[in-house]
């Protein structure tokens, strides 16, 4: 299957700094990336739908300014967490969409664990 | 947008045969089932897709009974590295709208020895 690359894996931060999330797709052009937020034991929360070369589009509830989402190219989307606050920490994975892949379309990263201090 | 339940949780013993049935009454006509595999402190992996009728592959079966309001995902002779949580989502071939990303509660699979 197609390779998402999601990095840092893990990261620890200050509170009121900033911390950028990359995702990568590997071998195929993702035209649109999704990022995901994640609390212990819960299900995947939806953040936002990045497309190449526009805006993100996030879901209600979700602070545009804070979380911000760059698609800049058909193989990288970044997520910053701007001023991070003990409250952001959480895991956060991304996924991309490819086509004409099969039956398997969409393909997640291996997330990433934030923890403000 | 095609809401799924699922059990919350289920308990299995290595070597028997998992049945996880997901509900989606109000499942469209252009709407595809995937089940995906989540361990922990990981991304979710793909498991299984499917329209109608069953379909196989390597893991796992999926089962879509005719009017569709249902599947199940049968994993055969379960393993304890087979523990995760099970997610069954419902959408458009991830063509359409936002909706088809939408995860449920999934469903958190304990195999025990």
């Known amino acids: 299957g197609a390779v998402v690359s999601q990095h840092p894996s893990r990261v620890i931060c200050k509170s009121g700094t900033s911390v950028k999330i990359e995702c990568r797709s590997l071998d195929f052009q993702a035209t649109t990336m999704f990022w995901y937020r994640q609390f212990p034991k819960k299900s995947l929360m939806l953040m936002a739908t990045?497309?190449?070369?526009?805006?993100?589009?996030?879901e209600q509830g979700v602070e545009k300014d804070k979380f911000l989402i760059n698609h800049a190219s058909l193989t990288l989307s970044t997520l910053t967490v701007t001023s991070a606050h003990p409250e952001d920490s959480s895991f956060y994975i991304c996924?991309?969409?490819?086509?004409?892949?099969?039956?398997?379309?969409?393909?997640f990263g291996s997330g990433t664990q934030l923890s403000v201090l | 947008l095609a809401k799924t339940t699922q059990p919350i949780s289920m308990d299995s013993y290595e070597g028997q045969e998992v049945n996880i049935t997901c509900s989606h009454n109000?499942?469209?006509?252009?709407?595809?089932i995937t089940w995906y595999q989540q361990f922990p402190s990981q991304g979710p992996r793909f498991i299984i897709q499917?329209?109608?009728t069953k379909v196989t592959n390597e893991v796992a079966s999926l089962f879509i009974p005719a009017d569709r309001k249902s599947s199940t995902l049968s994993l055969p002779r379960v393993s304890l590295s087979d523990t995760a949580v099970y997610y069954c989502l419902v959408g458009e071939d991830y063509g359409g709208s936002q909706g088809n990303l939408i995860f449920g509660k999934g469903t958190k699979l304990s195999v025990k020895p």
């Open positions: 499917g329209y109608k």
């Open positions: 996924s991309a969409r490819g086509r004409d892949r099969g039956p398997e379309k969409l393909f």
């Open positions: 109000n499942i469209a006509t252009n709407d595809y």
């Open positions: 990045s497309n190449e070369g526009s805006k993100a589009t996030y």
